[in-house]
């Protein structure tokens, strides 16, 4: 079964890797995280704050 994630729950990933010194990549290693999915919702919570 998967682990999904709330758009929340991505929002406050997104937050805490760009607060961390950890590369996407080893920060997406260290919790499990596909590197496709983070960026895709990346992607998204900048698109929101833009608005």
Same mark, same amino acid.
């Given at each position: 079964?998967?682990?999904? =994630?709330?758009? #929340?729950?991505?929002? *406050?990933?997104?937050?805490?890797?760009? #607060? /961390? #010194?950890?590369?996407?990549? *080893?920060?997406?290693? =260290?919790? &499990?995280?596909?590197?496709?999915?983070?960026?895709?919702? &990346?992607? =998204? /919570? =900048?698109?929101?704050?833009?608005?």
């Amino acid at each position: 079964m998967t682990n999904r =994630k709330t758009p #929340e729950q991505w929002q *406050a990933l997104v937050r805490q890797q760009s #607060e /961390s #010194e950890l590369t996407v990549t *080893a920060f997406c290693r =260290k919790y &499990k995280l596909a590197i496709s999915c983070f960026y895709t919702h &990346k992607k =998204k /919570s =900048k698109q929101q704050s833009s608005f």
